[in-house]
């Protein structure tokens, strides 16, 4: 899933205090079971918002609402009758849902009430960790399920480096070495052997820094109602 957490109540009172009626917009997906941006959060924050407005003496009237995913078209409609009474939006949606949204309602001031931070996973009761780094190439399939890209500081496809310790990394103690998770599960799984070889740089092109990436399914698109450009 995406994994966010919550902006600052003070960044977000400054970010919609000189607007007159500000709709607070939850996403019921990924931030929903982070626990960043629900209807729940939803709620928490637009109390606490209102009380941090009225505390400086900001007349701004903040109301509520949750959809189901604010990255699809199909779900923002819900909000299209509603959202022109308001002259901003603090989307509680990961960074593309805050641009759907931006990018569906043009005349609106659209923010963001959440940090995005990454994709991963529950790791226990209130801790996610990172995962995957969506470099557009998998290679799971060659490191054993680990992903060196995310799970190593330094993005190291022959690791480890010589920093390890005690299976902890050196740029962060408080993390396992990626590279040792993926010696000890390969190890587990009898597959050592590959990695007797250096493995080959790998192939970026697929990753961001090509600029935003795209993915198309031609098979799923709609005769005459294409991919937009
Ligand atoms: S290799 Fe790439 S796609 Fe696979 S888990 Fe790592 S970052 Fe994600
Ligand atoms: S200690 Fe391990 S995880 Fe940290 S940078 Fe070195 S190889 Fe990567």
């Known amino acids: ?22 709709l607070l917009v939850g996403c019921g997906t990924c931030v929903t079971v982070c626990l960043a941006g629900g209807e729940r959060e939803v709620g928490i924050l637009g109390s606490a918002l209102r009380m941090a407005l009225r505390l ?63 994709m991963g996973i529950l790791e226990s009761q209130g801790v996610w960790t990172e995962k995957c780094s969506g470099c557009g190439n998998c290679l799971l399939g ?16 022959n690791g480890p480096c010589g920093g390890s310790r005690g299976g902890k990394c050196e740029v962060n103690a408080n993390i396992d070495c990626g590279w040792q998770l993926i010696h000890d599960r390969a190890g587990k799984l009898g597959i050592l052997d590959p990695f007797e070889q250096i493995v080959p740089p790998h192939d970026w092109s697929t990753g961001l820094d090509g600029g935003p990436r795209k993915v198309v399914r031609e098979d799923q698109c709609i005769a005459g109602l294409g991919p937009k450009s």
């Open 142 to 157: 060659e490191f054993a399920g680990i992903c060196p890209i995310t799970r190593c500081a330094k993005h190291l496809l």
């Open 56 to 118: 400086q003496h900001h007349d701004v009237v903040v109301d509520e609402c949750t959809i189901e995913r604010q990255c699809e078209d199909a779900f923002i409609d819900i909000l299209a009758q509603r959202a022109p009474e308001y002259d901003a939006i603090c989307s509680l949606g990961c960074g593309a849902g805050v641009q759907a949204l931006a990018e569906r309602f043009s005349n609106i001031a659209v923010y963001p009430g959440l940090n995005t931070q990454f």
């Open 1 to 22: 899933m995406i994994v966010a957490d919550r902006k600052k109540i003070p960044q977000i009172r400054d970010m919609v205090k000189n607007h007159r009626r500000v």
